[in-house]
Each structure stands twice: as structure tokens, then as C-alpha cells.
């Protein structure tokens, strides 16, 4: 099982967010980090830089992933048209 680490920006941006959004971003996470292999979460590689892309309704979380230390950890979470642009 992988650990999920969150950058400052990523945390507080998901802090803010209402209570059901931000539910079930969480819950996303949290069964990403049982199987980072798993097709069940939309999870896409990015495109131009490292990371993957994680679609959770409208919002985005960017993430990266280090398999030698089972981490997991959240880049940026943002509505769709904000998050690429960063």
C-alpha cells in the first residue's frame, strides 16, 4: 500500500472546497493508494511533463508517483481548466 503525501498548495485548495467535492476527491485518493495499478479511477499519464492526471468529476489532481518508496504524492488539485496551465 502506497503513502499519500499532499504538497501545501494541493492541501489547503482542497481544504476549501465543499464538503461532497471534497469527499469524494478523498475517497478517489484513497483507492488510488490501495492499487495505483487499478483502472477503476479515470488515471491518465501526462502529456510534456511527469505525473499522472486523476479525473474526479469537474476537478483535476495531478499527482506523482515514486514505486521504489510507495508514495503517492498530490501535485496540484484544480477544476479542469485551471490545473494544465500550471
Known sequence: MYR?????G???????LPLKTKTAIINTLHAL????DDSDPDVRA????????LRVGQYRII???????LVIEVV???PRGDV???
Not at 33 to 36: K, L, R, T
Open 4 to 8: 499519500l503525501k499532499y504538497r501545501h
Open 10 to 16: 494541493a492541501r489547503n485548495y482542497l481544504a476549501r
Open 33 to 36: 493508494v490501495i492499487n495505483p
Open 46 to 53: 501526462l502529456n510534456g511533463r511527469a505525473g499522472f492526471r
Open 63 to 69: 499527482y506523482t508517483r515514486r514505486d521504489d518508496e
Open 76 to 78: 496540484t488539485v484544480r
Open 84 to 86: 494544465y496551465g500550471r
